[in-house]
């Protein structure tokens, strides 16, 4: 027997089906939507890093509007989040430097310099956590006005880094001209190839 609907119910069940549901990259789930220091943040794009035909992490861009590219995002205003994910087990201090290595990759000399004492804080808080393993994950949230925060396992690590310039460089790893992944920065960028 067939029971017609009420435009209200079929309304309320056809938005049930347009509600947001969590982008699934590399068996991690990102949220469609995140809170940062009380901003609601979209999810701008997701990713996987590889290096060399294996798979290092999940990474995924929460920004206020969508952005296409690096000067952009640094333009959007409001909190940003780079949450990522391990998608294997990985020497934490190795990682460090290679985000000091991606860093500089993307820089010119004397900016980089200028960075020194904050790069070299950042690798002492991979450091210290010596293995990341997979399935840990670590985010990336820039607040204006209070800086770079990085909490690794859901606990932030010491004070914020205040310099836009370090959020900039730090997201230049994955997002500016020599990234650490192409296929990686235009996922995140929400580019289609």
Known sequence: MWFPLRPAVFGLLLGLGQVASAL????????????????????NGAGVRYKAVFKVYAAGLYTSRKAGSLEEILKT???KRMSITML????????GKLFSRGMEDNMDRAAFVQLIPGIMRMSQIFSDHKKL??????TLDWVPGQ?????????????????????????????????????????LLDIKS
């Open 88 to 95: 294997r087990e990985i020497d934490a201090a190795e990682l």
């Open 77 to 79: 205003p409001g909190p």
């Open 133 to 138: 393993m997979a399935g840990d994950s670590f």
């Open 24 to 43: 699934e990259v590399g068996g991690v789930n990102f949220a469609p939507q995140v809170e940062v220091n009380g901003s609601k943040l979209d999810l």
């Open 147 to 187: 800086g770079l925060s990085i909490a690794v396992k859901g606990k932030v690590q010491g004070a914020p880094f205040k310099e836009p310039e370090f959020f900039a460089a730090l997201m230049g790893i994955w997002l500016g001209k020599a990234p650490a992944d192409w296929q990686l920065k235009n996922a």
